[in-house]
């Protein structure tokens, strides 16, 4: 259909990216990206009516998304034109153009296209040996100075590999090391970075991930190293497991931000203060670096209410922390009795039925839920009265 609309409008339209990837591989994908020789905003008007959705358009970039109700999102973006300005559209000119267009993509797997319009519909656009990485399941850049270009395109390859089982090519390897290295990312911000590695940690930790990620040091993007000795594999397998368990049991946990904070340990608090990111997330990722008084005192049995009194303060991330990284069966003991027994406590009186005694809010409020929650701890009172 959007090819029959393409031809309508003369113009030339193209599926590519990810989608035509995962289509090879057999795999779904909700993404679907449409770049179109020129103007795109033609197209998008007319496949809006076609299939009466919403549009979203970006004036500014010239590109459009709709948005299905069953999680289906088509994205239009116009090839680059500017660089290859001839009027009349002809089949070489726009040959041309999505050359450029795909050029400029991350590997060889995500640099391939099929063209929509009738006349050469379904025909695959491979420039760069895509099909033959993607047999061989490798990511492989499309040239040397790719990585130099836009690092995070390194984070994005580990993405890939990490979920698609692949293998980095040898020479793609040693770049993206390189470049890691040895690259002035002065103009890169840490906003970008972060945005990647919260894509990469919103997947499951596997093994070839952690493997990456020893050869490929991209986490020095934001000045992380990993700590000699910690046993990265057996610390994830115990986060993704807790993961499982509070998403069983309901509680919503930032999974991205405890992947990352894994890894943290070697950094001080001051570098994690000018990153980009909401205040919430730099508590949790610098939490376990101030966490060792806690942790000396959390090593020993403690009762209900000294347990809930040094804990409530702390976000659940921050427990999951200590829990996955302090390594000691006491602490982890004493975390799991707060989470499971303790922590969800809900006291039978609000502050409605406070203000229903006559009671004006204020500290005396406070004063009177810790005496209240402090007697349910002790079994004096209980929940439901
Ligand atoms: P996913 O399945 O995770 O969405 P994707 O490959 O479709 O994977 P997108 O982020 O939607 O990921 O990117 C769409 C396409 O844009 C990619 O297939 C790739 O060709 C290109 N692309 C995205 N980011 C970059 C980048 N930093 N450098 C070069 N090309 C990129």
Do not use: C
Not at 39 to 50: A, G, M, R, Y
Not at 63 to 69: D, V
Not at 98 to 123: H, P, Q
Not at 301 to 317: A, F, G, I, P, S
């Amino acid at each position: 259909e959007i090819g029959a609309i393409a031809d309508k409008s003369q113009i030339r339209a193209y599926l590519i990216g990810g989608i035509i990837r995962d289509l090879l591989l057999g795999k779904g994908n909700n993404d679907i990206d449409i770049v179109v020789d020129g103007n795109p905003v033609e197209l998008i008007k007319q496949l809006s009516d076609f299939f009466s959705a919403k549009v979203l358009y970006n004036e500014q970039f010239k590109t459009g998304s709709i948005k299905f109700a069953d999680g289906l999102n088509i994205d239009l973006a116009g090839t680059r034109r500017e660089n290859y300005h001839y009027p009349g559209a002809l089949p070489e000119v726009t040959e041309t153009n999505i050359f450029e267009d795909l050029f400029r993509r991350d590997y060889t797997i995500n640099a391939l296209a099929v063209a929509l319009n009738s006349d050469k519909w379904g025909r695959m656009i491979d420039y760069f040996g895509g099909q033959k990485d993607l047999a061989e399941k490798k990511l492989r850049a499309l040239h040397r100075f790719s990585f130099l270009d836009d690092p995070t395109r390194v984070i994005r390859g580990i993405r890939l590999a990490s979920r698609l089982k692949f293998d980095f090519e040898k020479e793609t390897e040693d770049l993206a090391r390189e470049a890691v290295l040895a690259g002035d990312f002065s103009r890169l911000t840490s906003e970008r970075i972060i945005k990647e590695l919260e894509l990469l940690f919103a997947e499951k930790i596997n093994r070839r991930l952690l493997g990456l990620i020893k050869n490929i040091p991209v986490f020095k993007l934001l000045g992380i190293e990993l700590a000699e000795g910690v046993d990265y594999w057996q610390q994830s397998t115990r986060l993704e497991s807790w993961l499982e368990y509070l998403k069983e049991k309901n509680y919503n946990i930032e999974e991205w931000v405890l992947r990352l904070a894994l890894f943290t340990d070697k950094l001080k608090k001051k570098d994690i203060v000018d990153w980009n990111l909401k205040e919430r997330y730099k508590d949790i990722l610098s939490f376990y670096l101030t966490a060792r008084d806690l942790i000396e005192t959390l090593d020993n049995d403690l009762d209900d209410l000294r347990l809930v009194d040094m804990l409530n303060e702390y976000k659940l991330e921050e427990l999951v922390i200590l829990l996955v990284k302090s390594g000691k069966v006491m602490v982890e003991k004493n975390i799991r009795r707060y989470i499971n027994e303790l922590k969800g406590i809900e006291l039978a009186i609000s502050g409605f039925d406070l203000k229903e005694l006559g009671l004006n809010p204020g500290p005396v409020y406070k004063d009177i839920f810790d005496r209240v929650y402090r007697a349910r701890l002790k079994g004096e009172v209980s929940t439901h009265q």
